[in-house]
């Protein structure tokens, strides 16, 4: 029997009030396991607020990128960002990055096992070769340090046996999608095994640029990872992993809410475009690690993990959709980073310790061009950034059912900008001007508004302090106070002619947070209640905003905007109706306000709200297994709601009305273990969702929407 880790209230009413009856012999949950403190634990030990999706909840749900995870977390947003196909929209309990410019720093981390990912370029990483991907809420500032200000998300890969392996899966579905699979692993000697997982995710697209043909909102990937794994004994574990992406799908361009800038009527598909650029784009993502792990003895493991990573984006944004160069942005974004982390683990009779030094050195470039014709703005430049810090995460059990957990890191960053900014007479600078447009005449730099190198430094210590009661072997209650930050920096899109100050910078952005939780298994095993209430106070909320210029151009701004406070509450359930139904849900509120948003010297809070954080989210969910042809069909329908959310903190046009979508998933599973097939249906209702969007206004706000309906036949075998 296979089961998920989640619970349906509503299924479990109806079929009671059906007259349905169930026989509980035997029928229990199965353990999880998570490394959200940094070793393995029980995911009911761990005194955080933590959901854990597993290999075969991936497949049964018909997971297949970052995005589909969020129905499976509350108070969770993760979505494909506003004009791309890959860079990722990561939100947790209000918290996140919408603008995913260079030197921006994240608000949610993304780390492939223990490495942290610094750019959303790329970040959405279609899921294959993975063991579970773990979403990490609330701030995880002791043990994952800066940016992780509103929570983390792991994805984790599998280890290999040593046997030899080999899986192809595939699937063909709505759009032309034709996706393939390959993964093989052997042991080259008894100590030493070789690994490799390749995959391609190919989709015609949802609409069509009306102009030039070529496709809208489809799919052109290549990912492969490679891994070598070395354990010349059982205290020795030595990995080698290296991957790349390649992502080729056409640039995406706003649908128009209004007439464009010429009167152009809008278009019928919210997929559909209206475009005079080509739909190019490129975002290749690559890295490697090298990680050794030493179990000393007994009581003391030491770990490594080195690892580099570097993209490339080259993309165009057409803002005003339609078929002149009234406003194109041509951009580039370059990024690289390096990273070492040394750790000390100590496992002793009643207490535990995880400790660490980290190293992260990187550098984030682009350039971009906003082309108004007859004139374009030319921005470019760039940040690197120095950070170390050192943590240690220390567990005591001092009394058979009390634990005491004390936390602390302290971060130092460093960093050096540079910025460029210029109004250029003529389509685009250079970079873009021969490219992207046929006008002859040569860009010519009439007016530079920004140029600046600078260089500003942070330290900040986060502290964290817990204490949980284990009130049974299937009951723990927790209560936490933790803290988090987010590195402060410069703005790229800085006119330091309307704004002098726009060269200091701004300031880090650090948030206090109070939770409660508890752990439950109850009824023999068979119900699964986790749940948690939080508070968060920011201070210094980075926000970034856009003003219109007199000239006709825009300016970008980070503001320190002042305070704010979120609470809210997380329900997560499984129950285990019978051998082979269970029901599964999630629930997460949110209420979240600015206390102070200044603005030219007032407080201008009660006209904004937070971005991205609808104050509802909820997913309910049955998993019926039945015997079939000597084999097993697993059924899983689910409907995931979130309520009204605000793209940006100052309501518009943009903004999406509550909806719920409705998936239904089956899998059939061979007798013998070796084959699966599967049909997915996703957004069966083909609702009609935003998810992103631009707001320049009238001619000038475009939005961004999720999938339709589609449905797909998946299988694989393994050799």
């Given amino acids: 029997m296979r089961k998920l880790n989640k619970f349906n209230p509503l299924a479990v009413g109806v079929m009671i009030a059906c007259g349905a009856s169930f026989s509980y012999a035997d029928t229990q949950l199965e353990e999880v396991t998570v490394t959200a403190q940094k070793r393995e ?10 959901s854990a999706i597993g290999e075969a909840a991936i497949l049964e749900n018909g997971i297949t990128d970052m995005t589909d995870i969020q129905k499976l977390s509350p108070n969770t947003t993760l979505q494909v960002s506003r004009g791309t196909n890959s860079t990722l929209t990561a939100f947790i309990r209000g918290i996140g990055q919408q603008d995913p410019l260079w030197g921006y720093e994240p608000g949610v981390g993304i780390y492939i096992d223990d490495v942290y990912v610094a750019r959303p370029q790329g970040a959405v ?82 609409g069509e640029n009306v102009i030039t043909g070529e496709d809208q909102y489809d799919k052109d990937i290549f990912a492969a990872r490679v891994s070598l794994e070395y354990s010349p004994n059982e205290e020795v574990f030595i990995r080698f992993a290296a991957d790349k992406t390649t992502d080729k799908s056409a640039s995406k361009h ?22 005079n650029l080509p739909s190019d784009n490129l975002v290749e993502t690559s890295g490697m690690s090298l990680t050794a792990e030493w179990q000393l003895n007994d009581a003391v493991t030491v770990k490594s993990v080195t690892a580099s990573r570097e993209g490339k984006t080259d993309t165009v944004i057409d803002f005003d959709s339609v078929n002149t160069p009234s406003f194109d942005v041509p951009a580039i974004y370059d990024d690289e980073q390096f990273s070492q982390e040394f750790q000390l683990i100590w496992q002793g009779e009643n207490a535990d310790l995880v400790s660490g030094i980290y190293y992260y050195d990187g550098k984030a470039s682009g350039a971009y061009d906003a082309v108004l014709a007859p004139i374009s703005v030319a921005v470019n430049g760039s940040v690197d950034t120095q950070s170390l810090s050192a943590y240690a995460h220390y567990n005591w059990q001092f009394a058979d059912q009390w634990n005491l957990n004390l936390g602390g890191r302290y971060t130092k960053d ?41 260089s500003d430094s942070w330290g900040e210590f986060t502290p964290r302090v817990g204490l949980d009661y284990q009130l049974s072997n299937d009951a723990m209650l927790y209560a936490s106070y933790s803290t988090g930050f987010k590195s ?57 905003t ?20 979120i609470q809210g509450i997380e329900l997560e359930a499984s129950l285990a109706l019978t051998d082979n139904l269970s029901a599964n849900a999630n629930l997460g509120w949110v209420d979240a306000e600015f206390i102070e948003f200044m603005s030219g010297g007032e407080n201008i809070a009660d006209t904004r709200d937070m971005q991205n954080t609808p ?105």
Avoid at 262 to 270: C, F, Q, Y
Avoid at 492 to 514: F, L
């Fill in 414 to 454: 460093d960093k050096e900008a540079d910025v460029y900014n210029a109004v250029i007479a003529g389509l685009g600078s250079d970079f873009s001007h021969d490219k992207y447009y046929a006008d002859t005449t040569d860009p010519v730099v009439a007016v530079v508004r920004t140029d600046y190198t600078n």
């Fill in 125 to 206: 990483m279609d899921v294959f070769d993975v063991q579970r991907i773990e979403v990490l809420r609330g701030p995880q500032g002791t043990l994952y340090g800066k940016n992780t200000i509103g929570g983390a998300v792991k994805y984790v890969t599998k280890k290999m046996t040593g046997d030899t392996e080999v899986s192809i899966g595939t699937a063909l579905g709505s759009y032309n999608q034709r996706d393939l699979k390959l993964s093989a692993s052997t042991g080259l000697t008894d100590n030493l095994n070789i690994g490799a997982a390749v995959a391609s995710f190919n989709r015609d697209g949802f």
């Fill in 488 to 544: 402060g920096g410069f703005d790229m899109r800085g006119v330091a002619t309307s704004n002098p100050r726009t060269s200091e910078g701004y300031a880090p952005e650090t948030v206090d947070t109070v939770e409660f939780g508890w752990k439950l298994d109850l009824l023999s095993n068979r119900l699964r209640l986790n749940g948690a209430v939080f508070r968060a106070d920011y201070t210094d909320m980075q926000l970034t």
């Fill in 41 to 50: 634990q029980s995911l009911q030990e761990v005194p955080i607020a933590v």
């Fill in 254 to 275: 706003g649908h128009r809410f209004n007439p464009g800038v010429n009167g152009e009527p809008v278009l019928s598909s919210v997929y559909d475009t209206e475009s």
């Fill in 546 to 565: 856009q003003r219109l210029l007199e000239d006709g151009t825009t300016a970008g701004d980070v503001l320190n905007a002042g305070k704010s406070r």
């Fill in 615 to 719: 104050d509802t989210t909820a997913m309910v969910q049955l998993n019926w297994s039945l015997p079939v042809a000597g084999g097993e069909l697993v059924v899983v329908p689910s409907a995931s709601y979130r309520s009204d959310t605000q793209i940006f903190e100052t309501p518009s046009v943009l903004d999406q009305e509550g909806y719920t979508l409705v998936d239904l998933t089956a899998t059939y599973y061979s007798a013998d273990g070796n084959w699966n097939l599967g049909l997915q249906g996703k957004n069966l209702t083909d609702t009609e969702y935003r998810i992103a969007g631009y707001d320049f206004g009238g001619a000038l706000q475009t939005g961004f929407y999720g999938n339709p309906r589609t449905i797909a036949l998946t299988g694989s075998y393994n050799f």
